[in-house]
């Protein structure tokens, strides 16, 4: 069973950083690209961004030059680190990647189960 895990939210102040982790865990075959998401409260969920497997990154103009997307391809992770934290990033944070189980010829998109990020002024 493939299972995307996340970590890292949490409170901060306006101006702050937070770095995100997201795991990918179980029988895994290839983990392609993969992605950050969020959602603030009342709001569509909306694509912060993207890194595929060889490292190319696309960033979504409201982070960019404040966030960035990496990834370990060994531990099958990828992080967002967030600096100069403003309050409108204040949202539930989810990735997303496109996993090939072991046991399928197959790859699905699967997501994580969220992490809250807060900035407070």
């Known amino acids: 069973q493939v299972q995307l895990v996340e970590s890292g939210g949490g409170l901060v102040q306006a101006g702050g950083s937070l770095r995100l982790s997201c795991a990918a865990t179980?029988?895994?075959?290839?983990?392609?690209?993969m992605n950050w998401y969020r959602q603030a409260p009342g709001k569509q969920r909306e694509l912060v961004a993207v890194?595929?497997?060889?490292?190319?990154?696309d960033y979504a103009d409201f982070v960019k030059g404040r966030f960035t997307i990496s990834r370990d391809n060994a531990k099958n992770t990828m992080y967002l680190q967030m600096n100069s934290l403003k309050p409108e990033d204040t949202a539930v944070y989810y990735c997303n990647a496109d996993v090939a189980p072991y046991y399928d010829g197959r790859s699905y998109y699967y997501w994580g189960q969220g992490t809250q990020v807060t900035i407070s002024t």
């Open positions: 179980g029988m895994i075959f290839k983990v392609g690209t």
């Open positions: 890194i595929d497997s060889d490292g190319g990154t």
